[in-house]
């Protein structure tokens, strides 16, 4: 059983807010990932991590920022929420590249 | 650059039916092919894997053989039930990338009783 976490799993915010996902994993693993899931399902890479003080933008352009302090914690913030932002956010975990991907349960997101 | 191509869903099946969902990829060099399971209101989970050709990843009745001269990646199981209901993605590492996996869009399945 895989242990990462992401709280909150869901939330409903207005316009303009700042918010903070958050997500722990306690296996002690540097990759870190963020992804966007939107509603048909495809998952778009948003945010990764090496490990501590590094981290990069993915594949998907996201006004969303990460910081990567202390290994086991990958917080994703969003300054002011739109309702484009809308979507369900997934953490993942690996021991390295080419592992397996541990994944969090998921926030679900919605902005008003 | 590295890419993942599976059969587009909804699939709906009767329970015990057979299930396939295709996976074909592109990948310079020799990835790793993976399948994950997303089931409703969860984050995926690792189905099952393998990391060179004619290797066979298998879990819990589900099937698939990485077969480099069709370039392909076929989930299989002989007898699906309803809790297998859930969203499928096929996935590869390696080849052109070095820092992430590449998933297909992923494919739905409801299986009725």
């Known amino acids: 059983e895989a242990d990462i976490y992401q709280t909150p799993r869901y939330l409903v915010i207005g316009t303009g807010k700042k918010i903070t996902l958050e997500c722990s994993q306690t296996m002690g693993h540097d990759k870190m990932y963020w992804y966007q899931q939107d509603p048909g399902m495809e998952l778009h890479l948003i945010h990764y991590s090496y490990g501590v003080n590094s981290t990069e933008k993915g594949d998907l352009s996201s006004e969303s920022t990460v910081s990567r302090i202390r290994t086991e914690h990958f917080p994703l913030t969003l300054e002011s929420a739109r309702p484009s932002h809308t979507s369900q956010y997934l953490c993942a975990s690996s021991e390295g590249y080419a592992d397996t991907q541990y994944f969090g349960p998921g926030t679900r997101l919605t902005v008003l | 650059g590295d890419s993942v191509t599976q059969m587009e869903g909804p699939v709906t099946l009767s329970e015990e039916a057979f299930l396939t969902i295709n996976c074909t990829y592109t990948a310079t060099g020799y990835p790793s092919l993976f399948w994950y399971v997303q089931y409703p209101g969860e984050g995926l989970q690792l189905l099952l894997k393998a990391t060179k050709a004619d290797d066979k990843g298998s879990n819990k009745g589900f099937e698939a053989t990485y077969r480099k001269e069709t370039t392909s990646f076929h989930l299989e199981k002989g007898s699906v039930q309803v809790s297998d209901s859930a969203v499928y993605f096929c996935?590869?590492?390696?080849?052109?990338?070095?820092?992430?996996?590449?998933f297909g869009k992923g494919t739905l399945l409801t299986v009725n009783p």
């Open positions: 996935a590869l590492f390696g080849g052109g990338s070095n820092y992430k996996l590449t």
